[in-house]
């Protein structure tokens, strides 16, 4: 399977800091994508960063990917109560597509 | 808004009864994903169709079944249901099988709660 492992599983910040989440893959990949989720909704795609890239900017999110380390972090600027909610990578394998797995996320409180 | 319709949003049934949930993929979209997401397991892929055909299966119990119809909409059935089948249900689509670059448009999902 294509499953991220997200670190922390759980972060509690003050609205205005920033919140950095990061996951960890095991095999070689084609891309990185990272998805919220609001609590009861469904996921919404945030960003994907591809394999050859090590940072993509996309307004207050900044992803990262490491793949000699197999590992990406998001870090959320200057963060609001509405970003509170669960935040989930998966990754692409280079050798097959379909079978996208997503990890246990990591939930993200900003408290106002 | 996604442009991913599922429904019924909420489906409140017994245990034994079957259900059937609907979802049409985004205008365009080849391909649709189940994912049943509970409280214990967290989101599980369950099957993905593209263009009518079955292409890949996960944690799908074979009391579930899915297909996908030629005008690209896909039903999930769900059987002899059991208490533990209580979870939210999503689907999702995308234009292919997921190329290089890619992504999931999901849709709102259906909550199921088996009394």
């Not at chain 1, 990406?72 to 970003?83: E, G, P």
Request: glycine share 8%.
């Amino acid at each position: 399977s294509q499953q991220g492992e997200e670190d922390p599983q759980a972060l509690s910040i003050q609205e205005g800091e920033n919140a950095t989440m990061n996951c960890s893959y095991k095999t070689s990949i084609n891309n990185l994508q990272w998805y919220r989720q609001n609590s009861g909704r469904g996921l919404v795609h945030l960003i994907l960063i591809r394999s050859n890239e090590r940072e993509k900017h996309s307004g207050r999110l900044r992803v990262t990917l490491d793949t000699s380390k197999k590992s990406s972090s998001l870090l959320i600027t200057a963060s609001r109560a509405a970003d509170t909610a669960s935040y989930f990578c998966v990754h692409l394998k280079e050798t097959s597509g379909s079978r996208l797995t997503f990890g246990e996320g990591t939930q993200l409180t900003v408290n106002p | 808004d996604s442009g991913v319709t599922q429904t019924p949003k909420h489906l409140i049934t017994a245990t034994g009864q079957r259900v059937t949930l609907r979802c049409s993929p985004r205008s365009g979209d080849l391909s649709v994903y189940w994912y049943q997401q509970s409280l214990d397991q967290g989101l599980q892929f369950l099957i993905q169709y593209y263009n009518g055909e079955e292409r890949a299966k996960g944690n799908i119990l074979e009391r579930f079944s899915a297909q996908q119809f030629p005008d690209l909409h896909s039903e999930l059935n769900l059987s002899s249901l059991e208490l533990g089948d209580s979870a939210l249900y999503f689907c999702a689509s995308s234009v292919g099988q997921l190329a290089t670059n890619e992504k999931l448009f999901f849709g709102s999902g259906t909550q199921l709660s088996v009394l």
